[in-house]
T-cell receptor, first 112, second 114 residues
Framework: AQSVAQPEDQVNVAEGNPLTVKCTYS??????LFWYVQYPNRGLQFLLK??????LVKGSYGFEAEFNKSQTSFHLKKPSALVSDSALYFC??????????FGRGTSLIVHP | ETGVTQTPRHLVMGMTNKKSLKCEQH?????MYWYKQSAKKPLELMFV???????ENNSVPSRFSPECPNSSHLFLHLHTLQPEDSALYLC?????????????FGPGTRLTVT
């Protein structure tokens, strides 16, 4: 079985400050980890993924995520938040099955 | 846009109606998915198709019936729905049905069952 936890329903950050959206996972075997973003009235949009290799993954719009195997975490980060980053963020994990598992989502609110 | 389109964008239907949701992907992908998105809940995977064959039916009630006539099109046929079926229904595709491929999502159909 595989699972994803996004422990925060909402993250608030001031524009220009660094942001972190947390994700932890549980999976048998090697994890394949993804972050997606959803803007209002839109579908999910792929941001980045970890398959293998460097633990720090860089993605779209200046986002990056750090894979930590010992802590089974894959937190999403950005050095300087923009108001336009305000959206719903989903973490997802694929293990050895055909089925991806998504978290509940974290609402990111960036204040001007 | 992601190359995945869905119609209609909004649908209101009574519990006795029959309707269909349509999804089309213009990306040349071989795998397609239906998801249900409800507020404050994880995304629920409903159906998975690979090369037009269904490979997963995630314990979905029979009032939801998928159809994949070719690798570019996916339908979700609805009949005798319940109010709790009101949600955003998302279609997605990926290059292959492998766990290293990211998914591309359509904008969704907002379904309201009255």
């Amino acid at each position: 079985a595989q699972s994803v936890a996004q422990p925060e329903d909402q993250v608030n950050v001031a524009e220009g400050n660094p942001l972190t959206v947390k994700c932890t996972y549980s999976v048998s075997g090697n994890p394949y980890l993804f972050w997606y973003v959803q803007y209002p009235n839109r579908g999910l949009q792929f941001l980045l993924k970890y398959i293998t290799g460097d633990n720090l993954v860089k993605g779209s719009y200046g986002f990056e995520a750090e894979f930590n195997k010992s802590q089974t975490s894959f937190h999403l980060k950005k050095p300087s938040a923009l108001v336009s980053d305000s959206a719903l963020y989903f973490c997802a994990v694929w293990g050895g099955s055909y089925i991806p598992t998504f978290g509940r989502g974290t609402s990111l609110i960036v204040h001007p | 846009e992601t190359g995945v389109t869905q119609t209609p964008r909004h649908l209101v239907m009574g519990m006795t109606n029959k309707k269909s949701l349509k999804c089309e992907q213009h990306l040349g992908h071989n795998a397609m998915y239906w998801y249900k998105q409800s507020a404050k809940k994880p995304l629920e995977l409903m159906f998975v198709y690979s090369l037009e064959e269904r490979v997963e039916n995630n314990s979905v009630p029979s009032r939801f019936s998928p159809e994949c006539p070719n690798s570019s099109h996916l339908f979700l046929h609805l009949h005798t729905l319940q109010p709790e079926d009101s949600a955003l229904y998302l279609c997605a595709s990926s290059h292959q049905l492998v766990n290293s491929d990211e998914q591309y999502f359509g904008p969704g159909t907002r379904l309201t069952v009255t």
